[in-house]
């Protein structure tokens, strides 16, 4: 039995690669290295001491598909692949639907044909729009997503809800992920984002190792306490280890399945506390002992104030808890970017 992870070489998926082999899982990667590099997956083969088994193309290409889960004994895919800038999103909208909503639903049908009925899906806390109270709970209802990235996955999710709907064996977890930062801790794998990042803590590992000169805070007239924004980040490792402990919930174990419910399950993975922008650059000068220097500019367009999550849902039905705190965060980052100033083609 082996899991099937689409977008395996990303950020998120390499290191739930390595979480999933500490656990003992087989899997088989599917990724057309569209946003990513294949160093990556040799630096997760470094890691656990495995060969991986890896499929180079797109998830859109049934024949493919279908090819794979004929030659391997899939019980259950993890879904990450998908394109994930919110600017470009704006840009090119279509670019985005055909890969994250066409592309997926291509991939989901090739499954299901298959009798692969079980997903667990990288959703965002993007789909809750810019709700009025914090924290945000897995009832809240879902928002008016600010753009065509956020509705992607919006879609994907209802498209997952309806199609459990229709199927008593369908079972998907929707995993709505807050601010995923940091790198493992071994430095060999990270966030290794194309050109400018687009996210703050990769923009500050870039300042600090000297790539960029300056880090422009987005915003300094929220009404939050230091007035900057205030996000929930999480750790990648403990990200990881949610989505390990999402396929024990739905019985996915390393040596076989066990009976476990069916149907749509939603977690929050955050830490479910607030940092704010200019808090975690100090805590990040703090660990690391490197300055950062940053300047106040307007705010971006689309940007909401405040985002945490309540995550007690994840611990009581999966006995999964964030561990690692914002300091840790800030070692990994740096840790990483310091070992590979230029990404994995360095
Ligand atoms: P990433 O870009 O590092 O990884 C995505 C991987 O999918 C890449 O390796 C890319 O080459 C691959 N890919 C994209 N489209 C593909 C396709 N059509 N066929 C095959 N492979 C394809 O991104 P990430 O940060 O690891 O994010 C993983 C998932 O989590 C994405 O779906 C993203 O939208 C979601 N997510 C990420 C964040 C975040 O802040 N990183 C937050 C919320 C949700
Ligand atoms: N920020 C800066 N300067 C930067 C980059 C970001 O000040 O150079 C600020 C932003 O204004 C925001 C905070 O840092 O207040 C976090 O911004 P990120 O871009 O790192 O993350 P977002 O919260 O905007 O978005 C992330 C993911 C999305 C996902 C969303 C869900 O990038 O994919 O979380 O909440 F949809």
Request: aromatic share 8%.
């Amino acid at each position: 039995m082996a899991i099937l992870v689409t977008g395996g070489a990303g950020y998120i998926g390499t290191h739930t690669l390595v979480e999933l082999s500490k656990a003992g899982y087989e899997y088989v990667v599917i990724d057309n290295f569209c946003n990513s590099d294949k160093k990556a997956i040799e630096r997760v083969e470094e890691l656990t001491g495995k060969s991986i088994k890896l499929y180079e193309g797109d998830i859109a290409d049934c024949e493919l598909m279908d090819k794979i889960l004929k030659e391997n004994n899939i019980n259950a895919c993890m879904h990450f692949a998908g394109l994930k800038a919110v600017g470009e999103s704006v840009e090119k909208p279509l670019m985005y639907f055909k890969n994250n909503v066409i592309g997926s639903i291509k991939m989901l049908d090739v499954l299901i044909k298959n009798g692969v009925k079980k997903i667990i899906f990288s959703s965002s806390a993007t789909v809750y729009g810019e709700p009025e109270t914090m924290p945000i709970t897995e009832g809240f209802p879902k928002g008016e997503t600010t753009n065509p990235y956020g509705r992607t996955k919006s879609i994907f999710e209802d498209i997952l809800i309806d199609t459990s709907k229709a199927d008593s064996e369908m079972t998907a977890v929707l995993l709505r992920y807050f601010n995923p930062v940091g790198a493992h801790e071994s430095g060999r794998i990270g966030e290794d984002p194309e050109g400018i990042p687009n996210n703050l803590m990769p923009y500050i590992t870039q300042v600090a190792v000297g790539k960029r000169d300056i880090l422009h805070v987005f915003g300094d007239d929220y009404d939050t306490p230091d007035c900057s924004g205030i996000r929930d980040f999480i750790h990648v490792t403990d990200l990881a280890d949610g989505h390990v402990k999402a396929l024990k919930k739905i019985g996915v174990l390393p040596d076989g399945e066990v009976p476990a419910d069916t149907g749509v399950i939603i977690y929050n993975l955050g830490t479910g506390k607030g940092t704010s922008v200019l808090e975690l650059v100090k805590a990040f000068e703090e660990a690391n002992g490197v300055k950062v220097p940053y300047e106040i500019t307007d705010r971006r367009p689309g940007d909401v104030a405040v985002m945490y999550c309540d995550a007690s849902k994840a611990e009581k039905e999966m006995g999964w808890k964030a561990e690692r705190n914002i300091e840790k965060m800030c070692a990994d980052a740096w840790n990483w970017q310091k070992n590979n100033p230029e990404g994995y083609k360095g």
